[in-house]
């Protein structure tokens, strides 16, 4: 059974940091490329950032490109946001997931391509 478990949640003021841990079991995913996405209260869970299986290549949503950081440890079996500069916007439930099919490109990492998500981890930005 597969299981992705998100770590490192919490209060933080503008400006700040916080680092996310997603760590997965049941299934080795350095094949896959995977990602985190978000849910901001009353919206709808959106796409935040992708790395490739190989970990050269990565992909982020315009509000957060230049702030967030993903990175992968795959002998860890873990995936890493790093989330700088942090905007009360950023408030949301952070989720990491992964696509049902190995090899997946960045550009196919949506929400309705996930097969295996983790329960979320809420971040929030006080101003």
């Known amino acids: 059974q597969v299981q992705l478990v998100e770590s490192g949640g919490g209060l933080v003021q503008a400006g700040g940091s916080l680092r996310l841990s997603c760590a997965a079991s049941g299934r080795t995913f350095g094949s896959y490329t995977v990602g985190w996405f978000r849910q901001a209260p009353g919206k709808e869970r959106e796409f935040v950032a992708a790395?490739?299986?190989?970990?050269?290549?990565?992909r982020y949503s315009d509000s957060v490109k230049g702030r967030f950081t993903i990175s992968r440890d795959n002998a860890k079996n873990t995936w890493y946001l790093q989330m700088n500069s942090l905007k009360p916007e950023d408030t949301a439930v952070y989720y990491c997931a992964a696509p049902g099919s190995s090899y997946t490109s960045t550009l196919a990492m949506g929400v309705s391509t996930m097969a295996y998500w983790g329960q979320g981890t809420q971040v929030t930005v006080s101003s």
């Open positions: 790395i490739w299986w190989r970990g050269g290549s990565s």
